[in-house]
């Protein structure tokens, strides 16, 4: 497993460098979330053994039971929450990850401030766009979030650094890419995170700062044990 995964992650590397060179972007810009739910933590140490250093879960109790004793090891990892957050879980997910790929709604941006406010911890925020307006599909519609980021930047004073994007499974992405590409220029934001392992060239293309690569570093997603399922 060890060696599939170094070999995995050297691929998407040179995959990324590739597109980077095509559009003349610089791949230094370009971070690889390794996205490590569903894997288990063995998993997650060949790729740290392989220098892999940023790493993405969309569970808020599986990234708990996964990654503190990781941190312990490799205090200059950086962990990305890239799914959806109840503001039940607001208070371990400010405690735990650097970065909260997910903020999609007011009461999350109210909630989050409040524990930011009562902890002292910031991590980074991203706001999730519905680029694809799916109704079934988290996320701030394109024509809303002008007026969400100023309302979480100004009047909540949260760190919004960027902005996420999942195009629906059916539509070319990189139409989805561009807008969001979009709606960041104009409001003067930096961080893209886009792409996941069928499409993260064309992200790149398009300007990603981050692309969020599972599948293509780590195999198949595992089955859940039954006691993380049932969360
Ligand atoms: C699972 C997931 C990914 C990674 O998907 P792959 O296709 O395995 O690369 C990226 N982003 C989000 C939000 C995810 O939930």
């Known amino acids: 497993m060890e060696e599939a995964i170094a070999a995995n992650l050297a691929a998407v590397h040179s995959r990324i460098e590739a597109a980077a060179r095509t559009a003349g972007r610089d791949s230094a810009d370009v971070s690889l979330i390794a996205v490590s739910k569903t894997q288990p933590a063995d998993a997650v140490r060949a790729a740290l053994a392989a220098g892999q250093r940023v790493f993405g879960e969309n569970r808020v109790q599986e990234a708990l039971a996964k990654f503190p004793e990781l941190r312990e090891a490799y205090p200059d990892l950086v962990l990305h929450l890239i799914g959806p957050l109840q503001t039940n879980k607001v208070k371990e997910a400010v405690a735990l990850f650097d970065v ?10 109210e909630a989050l401030a409040r524990e930011m406010q009562r902890s002292g911890r910031r991590p980074e925020c991203l706001i999730e766009i519905n680029t694809g307006e799916e109704p079934q599909k988290a ?4 024509t809303e979030a002008d ?5 979480c930047r100004d009047r909540l004073g949260l760190p919004v650094t960027g902005l996420m994007c999942i195009p629906p499974a059916d539509e070319e992405p990189a139409l989805h890419f561009a807008l969001l590409r979009e709606i960041a220029k104009r409001n003067a934001l930096g961080v893209l995170s886009m792409g996941m392992s069928a499409d993260y060239e064309t992200a790149v293309r398009f300007g990603a700062t981050h692309v969020r690569v599972g599948t293509a570093v780590f195999g198949a997603r595992r089955p859940l044990p039954a006691a993380l399922a049932a969360k």
Do not use: M, N, Y
Request: proline share 11%.
């Open 100 to 109: 909260i790929e997910t903020l999609d709604r007011p009461r999350l941006a």
């Open 147 to 151: 007026a969400f980021i100023a309302d």
């Open 139 to 142: 996320g701030i519609a394109p």
